[in-house]
């Protein structure tokens, strides 16, 4: 079964930094791109950027670009989100997806809540 | 920055048909793609391609498109079909963008 499981939930302050993981099972985790997606709280989905584990090209969403920090580890199959500077804006659900050129984003992680508030 | 618009919301009553569309400049030249979000659960993909449909997600779902629009048709919608539903394609540079969003409603 392909599976995507992510950390788990996480309370940080402003200003503190965060990285949540995304790991890969029942495929070839370099031969997929995984996308990150975040929903702010009752907002719909937005794109942040992907990566593609095999060689680590790494593709942000303009209003992401420099916010944020995509990478992967091909050895554990797990890729991961950070931040170095957490602020309360970041506060959301975000998830993880598997792609493909034509094949969409299939499946989804179930998601890692992350609430930033001092 | 490219924008993919759809409705905010549709209704229809059970058994009759859905239609939710997504317009957008670049989708003559890009695929569309669609996924279902139900309360508190990650996206599942529904169609592909524009108008493919992966295996599993049920006969009743479809799409296509004409022009810069695609759409989302639910025939015979079901209660369990009451969730939000977001387009996603992308630019002419090939970033990756979602529509809005629009909750389907089972009156």
């Known amino acids: 079964e392909v599976q995507l499981v992510q950390s788990g939930a996480e309370v940080k302050k402003p200003g503190e930094s965060l990285k949540i993981s995304c790991k890969g099972s029942?495929?070839?985790?370099?031969?997929?791109?995984i996308g990150w997606v975040r929903q702010m709280p009752g907002k719909g989905l937005e794109w942040m950027g992907i990566?593609?584990?095999?060689?680590?090209?790494?593709r942000y969403s303009p209003s992401f670009q420099g916010q944020v920090t995509i990478s992967a580890d091909k050895s554990i199959s797990t890729a991961y989100l950070q931040w170095s500077s957490l602020k309360a804006s970041d506060t959301a659900m975000y998830y993880c997806?598997?792609?493909?050129?034509?094949?969409?984003?299939?499946?989804w992680g179930q998601g890692t809540l992350v609430t930033v508030s001092s | 920055s490219y924008e993919l618009t759809q409705p905010p919301s549709v209704s229809v009553s059970p058994g009759q048909t859905a239609r939710i569309t997504c317009s957008g400049d670049?989708?003559?030249?890009?695929?569309a793609y669609w996924y279902q979000q139900k309360p508190g659960q990650a996206p599942v993909l529904v169609i592909y391609?524009?108008?493919e449909r992966p295996s599993g997600i049920p006969e009743r779902f479809s799409g296509s498109s004409s022009g810069t629009t695609v759409t989302l048709t639910i025939s015979g919608v079901q209660a369990e079909d009451e969730a939000d539903y977001y387009c996603?394609?992308?630019?002419?540079?090939?970033?990756?963008?979602f529509g809005g969003g629009t909750k389907l409603t089972v009156l």
């Open positions: 997806a598997r792609g493909m050129a034509g094949s969409g984003f299939d499946p």
């Open positions: 029942g495929y070839s985790f370099t031969s997929y791109w």
């Open positions: 990566i593609y584990p095999g060689d680590s090209d790494t």
């Open positions: 670049a989708l003559p030249k890009q695929y």
């Open positions: 391609k524009d108008s």
């Open positions: 996603q394609s992308a630019d002419s540079s090939g970033t990756l963008v």
